[in-house]
C-alpha cells in the first residue's frame, strides 16, 4: 500500500512538473510566433493586431506539438532534481524503493500524456492550423508567399472528358479545394502535349476548377490572358484532398485513408506515412524522454557535478532532436522507410536512458 501511495506521488509530481513546463514553452511559442508575425504583417495591407493574435494563437498547437517531447525532458529533470534537493529520493532509497519504482510512475504517465496527444491533441491542432492558413490567406488577398509548400509543390493527375491534364500547385489550403500558383499541364487523348495554363489561384467546383488570372500557352499560339477559365475535372473533393493536404493538417485518425487514396492515385505518400508513424511513436518517444531526463537527473545534490549532469541531459535532448531531423528528411527524401524513421529516435532515446539507469543503479 505504501509503494502504490509513493507512485501515485511521484506521479503526480511528474505530471505537474511536465504540465508546468509544457504550458511555459507554450506562452513562449505564442509571444515568438506573435512577434514573427508582426514583424511579417507589417507590409500586409489588411494585418490588424487582433487578426495576427488569431493566426498565432491557432498555430500554436502544431508548433508545440513538435517540442512536446523536450517539455516532457526537461518537466522530468526538474521533477527528479526537485525531489532530489528536498532528499525525497534519499528518503525512499532509504526505505528500499529503487530508482526503477520511482521512474516507473513517470513513464507511464509520459506515455498516457502521448496517447492522449496523439489521439485528441493532434486532430485540434491539424484543424486549427488549417483555419490558421485560411485566415492568413484571405488577409493576404490569396497571396500565396506565405503559404508555400515543398520546392516541387503539390501534384496531381486527373481524366476529363477533354483528355488529361497534370496540376501543379505552390501552395495549398482548406486541404486542397484551393491553390495557389497553379501550373497546368494538358494533354489530348492520344496523350501528346496540349497546351499549359499558368494562373494566380485555383478553386475546385462541382465538375471542374475555377482558375482565375489565367494565362494560356499553346504550341504554336500567342499566349492568352484570361480572368477566368474553367478546366473540366473528374476529381471529387475527397481526391483532391488527399493529394494536396499537406501532413501536418491531415488529422491522426484520417491520416491512413489518406495513405491509402495516395497509393492508389500512384502518388508518393511517403510524408503521411511519416506522420502517422511518427504520432504512432509519440507515447513511447514521451517514454523515452522520460528515461533519458532520469538517467542525467537521480545524482544527489551533495555528491556535486548537477551542473554537468543537467547540460548533458540537455544536449542529449538536443542530439536526439538533430537525429529525428535527419531520419525524417531521409524519409521524404524516400532513402529511409517512413516506419523505421519514426522508430529511430524512440529505439535510440530509450536504450540510451535505459541503458544508463542500468549502469547506475545495477552496476
Wanted: charged share 15%; glycine share 8%; aromatic share 12%.
Amino acid at each position: 500500500m505504501s509503494t502504490r501511495t509513493l507512485s501515485r506521488y511521484f506521479a503526480m509530481r511528474f505530471f505537474s512538473s511536465v504540465m508546468g513546463t509544457f504550458v511555459g514553452v507554450v506562452v513562449l511559442a505564442a509571444m515568438v510566433d506573435y512577434f514573427e508575425l508582426m514583424r511579417r504583417g507589417a507590409d500586409w495591407p489588411k494585418s490588424t493586431a487582433w487578426i495576427l493574435a488569431e493566426i498565432s494563437l491557432f498555430r500554436i498547437p502544431q508548433i508545440t506539438e513538435r517540442i512536446m517531447p523536450f517539455a516532457v525532458l526537461i518537466g522530468a529533470m526538474s521533477c527528479y532534481l526537485t525531489l532530489s534537493r528536498r532528499l525525497e529520493l534519499i528518503i525512499a532509497r532509504a526505505a528500499g524503493i529503487s530508482a526503477w519504482q520511482f521512474v516507473a510512475p513517470a513513464v507511464v504517465v509520459a506515455f498516457l500524456f502521448g496517447a492522449i496527444a496523439t489521439a485528441v491533441y493532434n486532430p485540434v491542432a491539424a484543424a486549427l492550423h488549417e483555419r490558421s492558413k485560411r485566415l492568413e490567406s484571405e488577409m493576404l488577398g490569396e497571396t500565396t508567399s506565405a503559404l508555400q509548400g515543398s520546392s516541387n509543390g503539390f501534384w496531381v493527375r486527373q481524366k476529363s472528358s477533354d483528355g488529361a491534364a497534370i496540376i501543379n500547385a505552390k501552395s495549398s489550403r482548406e486541404q486542397g479545394s484551393s491553390l495557389g500558383g497553379v501550373s497546368v499541364y494538358t494533354f489530348d487523348d492520344g496523350g501528346h502535349f496540349r497546351e499549359r495554363i499558368e494562373a494566380r489561384t485555383a478553386r475546385l467546383e462541382q465538375g471542374y476548377w475555377q482558375l482565375d488570372d489565367a494565362r494560356i500557352y499553346s504550341t504554336g499560339s500567342p499566349p492568352v490572358s484570361q480572368e477566368s477559365y474553367r478546366l473540366n475535372t473528374n476529381l471529387t473533393l475527397a481526391q483532391v484532398r488527399e493529394s494536396f493536404a499537406t501532413p501536418e493538417t491531415v488529422p491522426f485518425w484520417q491520416l491512413p485513408a489518406y495513405i491509402e487514396m495516395a497509393d492508389k492515385a500512384g502518388l508518393t505518400a511517403a510524408g503521411y506515412r511519416l506522420q502517422y508513424n511518427e504520432l504512432l511513436a509519440r507515447p513511447f518517444l514521451l517514454a523515452a524522454m522520460v528515461l533519458l531526463a532520469a538517467s542525467v537527473s537521480l545524482r544527489f545534490f551533495r555528491f556535486g557535478g548537477v551542473q554537468k549532469m543537467v547540460l548533458s541531459g540537455i544536449c542529449a535532448g538536443f542530439l536526439l532532436f538533430v537525429l529525428s531531423k535527419i531520419t525524417e528528411d531521409m524519409s521524404k527524401s524516400e532513402l529511409l522507410s517512413p516506419t523505421i524513421a519514426a522508430w529511430i529516435p524512440v529505439m535510440v532515446g530509450s536504450l540510451t536512458g535505459f541503458a544508463i539507469l542500468l549502469y547506475q543503479e545495477d552496476g
